[in-house]
């Protein structure tokens, strides 16, 4: 098992800015040393929504804004070092998840595209990057994601435990950890933040609802909730995924047309609880009792976890702080871990949850000589 120093790089369905993760690995085992974000200029922020939407002009724009996410992961990765006081030559890879523009697994030639050039990072920092980690897996015909729950079952599993880690950023997904014999189970549940923070961006001009405070205020409409709930993706067997391609502000308005009479708030209420619901009920079908650990933005927000606690009685909920992982830091801790795994030649995808068709090594390497 290679030892060391590792840093991880993840920037999430919200768009808004890369975290980087310091981690040292002892004998497979994360600890994190130091960590930095690094947030994403508003004209960057803007470039990449559009985009998400097809449009004119696209290859050209694709090609500029890999190379400026790039940019901005390496300035992540030197500002990270600087504050920590290590040395670029103590680092052995960094791992970069990318910034997810498409992704399409279910075509049918299915695909997924992470932007933040590789080789503008390496060249960058003068570090080896690992990059690229979904395609093979969609190659082998998986889903391409989630990919944490191998390293959610590496360092949160526990025997004889029935425990389900909860990533919530702008996509929901679940691991289910069940402390037997039988398969680590993952997949994503839906909509996480990305709707609850589109609503706040388009009424009130503010990046997020802090702490759920606006949905608080709020009466869920139930009519809307049903129909909100009754897209296909939530029927759907696992292995599944998705992303912005599916639940975005178009969807959205297109569920708004027949509620012009709801206020602002209680449609922020009812975002809530479609996030909230979807998770409960899929966790639910998983184990009817057991540890919920939540990581991800989500778990900052106090009004999400009330609602999820309330739904989830019979379970056990808190954040991953209660295992030792800061739970903004989970997946960024992540992404240092599968660039350890490439460089120890291991797999690192779990077929059960992606569907691919056998286990792999994940990613490229991209030398900064």
């Given amino acids: 098992m290679t030892t060391g120093y590792y840093i991880g790089l993840m920037s999430g369905t919200s768009m808004d800015?890369?975290?980087?993760?310091?981690?040292?690995f002892d004998q497979g085992q994360p600890t994190l040393i130091a960590h930095h974000t690094e947030d994403y200029p508003?004209?960057?922020?803007?470039?990449?929504?559009?985009?998400?939407?097809?449009?004119?002009?696209?290859i050209n724009r694709l090609g500029r804004l890999d190379r400026t996410v790039g940019k901005i992961f390496a300035k992540a990765v030197n500002t990270l070092l600087a504050k920590s006081n290590v040395d670029k030559s103590e680092i052995i890879a960094i791992g970069s998840h990318g910034q997810t523009v498409r992704h399409m697994p279910n075509l049918e030639i299915g695909f997924t595209l992470q932007i933040g050039d590789p080789n503008t990072i390496a060249a960058e920092t003068g570090?080896?990057?690992?990059?690229?980690?979904?395609?093979?897996?969609?190659?082998?015909?998986?889903?391409?994601?989630?990919?944490?729950p191998a390293f959610h079952q590496?360092?949160?599993?526990?025997?004889d435990v029935n425990r389900v880690i909860l990533n919530i950023g702008g996509i929901g997904n679940v691991t289910w950890l069940p402390g037997d014999a039988k398969q680590v189970l993952g997949y994503d549940t839906g909509p996480g933040n990305t709707l609850i923070d589109a609503w706040t961006q388009q009424v009130k001009q503010e990046p997020f609802d802090k702490d759920g405070a606006w949905a608080a205020t709020g009466?869920?409409?139930?009519?809307?909730?049903?129909?909100?709930?009754?897209?296909?993706?939530?029927?759907?067997?696992?292995?599944?995924?998705?992303?912005?391609?599916?639940?975005?502000?178009?969807?959205?308005?297109?569920?708004?047309?027949?509620?012009?009479?709801?206020?602002?708030?209680?449609?922020?209420?009812?975002?809530?609880?479609?996030?909230c619901h979807s998770i409960a009920g899929e966790i639910t079908r998983l184990c009817?009792?057991?540890?919920?650990?939540v990581c991800g933005g989500g778990a900052l927000n106090g009004e999400l976890m009330r609602r999820l606690t309330e739904l989830l009685s019979s379970h056990h909920i808190a954040t991953t702080d209660a295992l030792g992982v800061a739970p903004k830091w989970v997946e960024g801790i992540a992404f240092a871990w599968l660039a350890m795994r490439f460089k120890a030649n291991l797999y690192a995808n779990l077929p059960a949850v992606t569907g691919a068709s056998r286990s792999a090594v994940l990613g490229a390497l991209f030398p900064a000589d």
Avoid at 17 to 24: I, M, N, P, T
Avoid at 232 to 256: D, H, I, M, V
Avoid at 288 to 293: I, P
């Fill in 17 to 24: 800015g890369v975290d980087a993760a310091l981690v040292k």
């Fill in 42 to 58: 508003d004209h960057l922020y803007k470039g990449l929504q559009r985009l998400c939407q097809p449009g004119n002009d696209e």
């Fill in 127 to 148: 570090i080896d990057v690992i990059a690229d980690f979904r395609r093979k897996d969609i190659a082998l015909g998986g889903q391409g994601a989630p990919l944490v």
């Fill in 154 to 159: 590496q360092v949160f599993a526990k025997a």
């Fill in 219 to 275: 009466i869920t409409s139930i009519p809307l909730l049903t129909q909100l709930l009754s897209h296909p993706y939530f029927q759907q067997p696992a292995p599944k995924s998705t992303g912005r391609e599916l639940f975005n502000q178009a969807w959205l308005e297109q569920q708004l047309s027949e509620f012009s009479q709801l206020s602002e708030e209680d449609i922020q209420s009812t975002l809530m609880d479609l996030t």
């Fill in 288 to 293: 009817d009792s057991g540890e919920v650990y």
